[in-house]
């Protein structure tokens, strides 16, 4: 990989710039047509005067050529487009002042041409370097103005509108930089938003597809649209051409006509086709008073299947709502830290905290992503060997990093002559902990005072690694003790009640054990006891004959 880009830092789509720099090879293209048209227009049409015409001729035809040259190599030139655009602007610009010396006649249309030259390369360029050659054909203009003595007499009404056209360059290139890096930035907002409208839509169809339930949207003519994997096993698996619900599924069809005509469900479990469990189905229109289409799920009879079933409808609908609360606020951080970097012009101090900041919070909107597919898939853990001691110094260094606390308090103790060794999916028990600590910061506290938290890394009884979370607030009362580690058992009211469900999940997952603990002056301490390192038998005799003496 190269050490310097060639293409601007704030690109968009890589066909935006292709787009850009094929039109302008094109209107070059066009360009040096007509100067090959004025350079060797009859002598009859006494306009242009060319004084001298093999001058011209040659003019054009190396314009011509260089024209063709850059339109054949438009796509090769891409991965320097910035240095292929500099390079051809200066040829155009020193074309268009061999041109006018050449044909002085038409130098008010060529001077126009050389204007979109300029602009369309400041679709590509830099402001600084568009400006630059703005300022070039500025000069020229002008230079080629001052030296010119063909025109005797209006020096003056031709060096001003030379002066014209420089200020017509700067505000062109000016507006064609500003509005193509809009452009890309609408660009690429809408690109993003296509791409996770597509995710999402993926998403849902991956969830329908392996949902427990079966379900089918079924039209008014009584012709399957869509089947998910359950319902087609539910109706005896089907072949792909076999549509009409009436053919497959008679008894299916007769109660959807007897719902849709008198509005009252038959709860009573069929079977749909030999082999299959019986089904319960159920019926619902896509929009009020709409029969054009319904949807019929399919539930299975069986009690495990029924309650679990049951348990995904709900749990898929609240743990989306979960994921979105997740996200959140970590992609307004993002929102907001890259919209501060990209007003800024260098990167300074402030530019490189909000790189800190975006890639924070990237990592924890990830594994936030991850520790919850993790879960609904029943992955395993990957634990590795950790000091607690040293681990929970560096996550209260970095929360505190990504997290601005205010007048609360956050620290970690440990006792830095013992080590506190445990086995743990690093990432998870970062869940873990982040989770807790946000909960003791969010409401251990007492009122009208700072909250004061304690991440505590010690060996328990036996040498086992335990980490505590402990704030001093005002507690948890024990009714609602008893349920908090339930999935949807919350007290707040913007709650979504998974983040203990979620937290001792992975706890679980890792071998360790959550549990809450009262403090007895007052607070709450949320305690997890870890799993220690197997330890071979030659450490165990140093450490038994350590303890002796």
């Known amino acids: ?54 001058f011209a001729h040659h003019v054009a035809e190396a314009y011509l050529l260089f024209a063709l040259v850059s339109l054949l190599l438009n796509r090769r030139s891409m991965p320097h487009a910035r240095l292929a655009v500099s390079v051809a602007l200066v040829v155009d610009i020193g074309g268009a002042l061999l041109a006018i010396t050449a044909m002085r006649e038409a130098h008010i249309g060529i001077a126009m041409m050389l204007a979109v030259n300029l602009s369309a390369g400041a679709l590509i ?25 063909s025109s ?17 360059y700067f505000a062109t290139t000016t507006l064609c930089h500003v509005l193509g890096r809009q452009l890309r930035a609408t660009e690429a907002l809408a ?15 991956l969830i329908i597809r392996r949902m427990k339930t079966g379900v ?9 649209h869509q089947i998910n994997e359950s319902a087609w096993m539910l109706m005896g698996n089907p072949g792909a051409d076999q549509r009409d619900l009436g053919q497959l599924a008679p008894e299916l069809s007769r109660r959807l006509y ?29 929009a009020p008073n709409d029969d054009s289409h319904v949807l019929i799920f399919l539930d299975d009879t069986s009690l495990l299947s029924r309650r679990a079933e049951e348990l995904t409808l ?35 101090s402030t530019d490189q905290r909000m790189v800190e900041i975006i890639n924070n919070h990237c990592i924890r909107l990830n594994e936030i992503i991850e520790n919850i597919l993790q879960l609904s898939r029943r992955e395993r853990s990957r634990p590795e060997t950790l000091d607690l001691g040293h681990w929970a110094q560096s996550f209260v260094e970095e929360y505190k990093q990504g997290n601005d606390i205010g007048a609360d308090t956050l620290r970690a103790v440990t006792n830095s002559d013992v080590e506190v060794a445990a086995v743990a999916d690093p990432q998870q028990l970062q869940q873990v902990i982040w989770n807790l600590v946000q909960n003791a910061l969010r409401y251990g506290r007492m009122p009208g005072q700072a909250a004061r938290v304690l991440v505590v890394a010690r060996r328990g009884e036996h040498g086992v690694p335990i980490l ?28 979504t009640g998974l983040g203990l469900y979620l937290a001792r999940q992975m706890s679980d997952a890792n071998q360790a054990a959550l549990e809450y603990v009262r403090v007895p002056g007052g607070g709450s301490c949320f305690r997890l006891v870890l799993t220690p390192p197997a330890r071979n038998p030659a450490d165990a005799e140093v450490a038994d004959r350590a303890a002796t003496r």
Request: aromatic content about 8%; glycine content about 8%; charged content about 15%.
């Open 258 to 286: 007897h719902w849709m005509t008198s509005g009252k469900l038959d709860e009573t479990a069929t079977q749909l086709a030999d082999g299959v469990p019986e089904v319960v189905p159920r019926f619902s229109r896509l």
């Open 125 to 149: 360029l830099p402001l600084r370097l568009s400006s630059f050659f703005a300022a070039l054909a500025t000069l020229g203009t002008l230079g080629h103005t001052l030296l010119d003595t």
């Open 191 to 205: 690109e993003q938003r296509s791409t996770d409208l597509a995710n999402l839509a993926q998403v849902n169809e």
């Open 1 to 54: 990989m190269s050490s310097t880009s060639l293409l601007p830092a704030s690109s968009g789509p890589a066909t935006t710039f292709y787009n850009e720099l094929t039109f302008l090879n094109v209107f070059r293209l066009v360009q040096a047509l007509v100067y090959m048209g004025l350079a060797f227009s009859p002598t009859g049409l006494g306009w242009p005067n060319v004084p001298d015409p093999a």
């Open 314 to 348: 709900t749990s898929l609908g609240r743990l989306s709502a979960s994921i979105a609360h997740e996200i959140r606020n970590p992609l307004a951080a993002i929102r907001y830290s890259a919209q501060l970097l990209a007003e800024s012009k260098s990167m300074d």
């Open 468 to 495: 505590e979370v402990i704030d001093r607030g005002p507690g948890i009362a024990p009714k609602v003790a008893a349920q908090i580690f339930e999935p949807f058992y919350t007290t707040h009211e913007y709650g």
């Open 152 to 168: 005797a007499g209006a020096g003056d009404r031709d060096l001003l509108e030379a002066a014209l056209f420089g200020l017509a």
């Open 216 to 224: 089918l949207l079924v039209d008014d003519a009584n012709r399957i």
